[in-house]
């Protein structure tokens, strides 16, 4: 890990998030000032385990975007399918944004969460 994403990260742990205010700075230092450095460690340190390019990548979305993020800056599919429920389809809007995906690069497919058939 390096200094700068070891001292980020120790600043952030140290934030107070009793209230919804705290919380939301808390959150915000995290997507501006930590997760581009995580994103870089996390390429840099498995890029050498991907052998094949990825041409198509399919993702469930769930409530975090940070998994989909990584995925995405690893493999840098050229296409993406989001397969998402009506109650995350937000997280998807912070995966394209934070990736600068445009939109010919993905897919979303709402599927049922009650029923895995739909699926």
């Not at 230092?29 to 340190?45: D, G, P, S």
């Not at 990584?70 to 050229?78: G, R, T, V, W, Y």
Request: with cysteine; proline share 3%.
């Amino acid at each position: 890990m390096t200094k700068k994403l070891r001292d980020k990260t120790k600043h952030w742990m140290g934030l107070e998030r009793t209230t919804f205010e705290q919380r939301a700075v808390a959150e915000e230092y995290y997507e501006t000032e930590l997760m581009q450095l995580i994103v870089k460690e996390f390429v840099q340190n498995n890029k050498g385990k991907i052998f094949e390019e990825v041409e198509y990548l399919i993702l469930s979305v769930g409530t975090s975007y940070e998994p989909l993020v990584l995925s995405i800056s690893l493999f840098c599919p050229k296409k993406i399918l989001f397969m998402y429920t009506e109650k995350v389809e937000q997280t998807i809007d912070k995966v394209v944004d934070f990736c600068a995906l445009p939109s010919s690069a993905y897919q979303k497919v709402m599927v049922s969460e009650v029923n895995p058939l739909d699926i």
